[in-house]
């Protein structure tokens, strides 16, 4: 694939940092579309109510459906969930027919599964004080624009620190990770400011003809492959404001990376080791070492797992 760099004009056509789209307009915009939003959520009880209540309002007319992908919680997430008006679908309740991978990629996969929409919004399960506005944004340019199939959002990302809010340092894996590794692979993508970030939305029609990768993979694994198989302008982002999440050590990050790298050398063509991560942390004078996995292998298009279920239970027959 040949190296393309930056194209300025995108910034001007497909990047709106002060959108102006009003729910009312929004609605209008809609002309018989469908709109499903999808929270993946892994042991989130104490956050996930928070983020629906900023969402629910809008199902009198923007949104058509609120899910919450239970991503295999041992909290009590989906009865919080349920309580604040989300339709919850278990990872098996969205795909009977398969038995569940962990990770958020698998989360995401099946919330496309169980989902109706012709437009669907993943946001994350654990931000603080989202503005209610993200989801009409993420929409904007899908229900306004033509040939847009992916939206992602951007914000400033404050970064808390024990019980210090810092007022900028979050996407700590973006900056280090991401964006200097499609600076170096994809330049074009060096101008999508949140590559990472877990606010998006995206078609039905993309999303099921795409694999989505294991894990925290996922996002970088969705934005090369609609880059790769439909072009840069079918990607737009959108001003979100600000967003606030729970923020993991740094060990954790370190093990979000090896995915991410894993999926980001896949895409473009570089053979991984598919050696896990081992991390070496301070223990008295020494130190002890822990080891991650890292998974290689995607969940296939939705559009071609029913044939291939429906050719498995063909041979079961
Ligand atoms: O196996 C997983 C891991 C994460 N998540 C959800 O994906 C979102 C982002 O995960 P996390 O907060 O761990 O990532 P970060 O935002 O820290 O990068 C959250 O809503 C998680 O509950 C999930 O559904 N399944
Ligand atoms: O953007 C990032 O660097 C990471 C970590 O963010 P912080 O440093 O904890 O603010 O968070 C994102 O990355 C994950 C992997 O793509 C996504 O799943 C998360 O939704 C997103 O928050």
């Not at 760099?5 to 009003?22: K, V």
């Not at 989801?135 to 939206?151: D, F, N």
């Not at 600000?242 to 090896?258: E, I």
Request: glycine share 10%; proline share 7%.
């Amino acid at each position: 694939m040949t190296i393309t760099p930056l194209r300025h004009d995108w910034m001007q056509t497909n990047s709106w940092t002060e959108p102006e789209w009003t729910v009312a307009e929004l609605v209008a915009a809609k002309r018989g579309r469908t709109v499903s939003v999808v929270l993946p959520a892994l042991n989130e009880e104490d956050s996930v109510a928070g983020v629906l209540d900023t969402i629910r309002p809008l199902t009198a007319g923007l949104v058509d459906e609120l899910i919450v992908l239970d991503s295999g919680s041992e909290d009590r997430t989906a009865d919080v969930a349920r309580a604040a008006g989300a339709t919850v679908f278990s990872r098996e309740e969205a795909l009977p027919d398969l038995d569940p991978l962990p990770g958020k990629g698998e989360a995401l996969w099946r919330g496309v599964a169980a989902s109706t929409g012709d437009i669907i919004v993943f946001i994350d399960s654990d931000l603080i004080e989202p503005d209610p506005m993200f989801v009409p944004r993420l929409l904007g340019p899908l229900l306004t624009s033509r040939g847009i199939h992916l939206v992602k959002g951007f914000y400033r990302r404050p970064l808390l620190d024990g019980g210090a809010e810092h007022f900028h340092g979050g996407g700590r894996v973006t900056e280090l990770v991401a964006r200097p590794m499609l600076t170096a692979l994809r330049p074009e993508l060096s101008a999508v400011f949140q590559p990472l970030g877990g606010e998006y939305a995206g078609t039905r029609e993309l999303l099921e003809s795409v694999p989505f990768a294991p894990g925290y993979g996922v996002e970088i694994g969705l934005l090369l492959d609609t880059y790769h198989q439909w072009g840069i302008d079918a990607i737009a982002q959108v001003n979100l404001g600000v967003r606030k999440h729970r923020n993991r050590p740094l060990t954790d990050l370190g093990f979000m990376s090896r995915q991410i790298l894993a999926t980001m050398l896949e895409r473009v063509g570089v053979t991984d080791s598919g050696v896990g991560l081992t991390q070496y942390l301070p223990a008295g004078e020494s130190f002890s070492s822990v080891t991650s996995t890292v998974a290689l292998q995607d969940r296939p298009p939705l559009v071609r797992l029913a044939h291939e279920l429906h050719d498995r239970g063909k041979m079961r027959a």
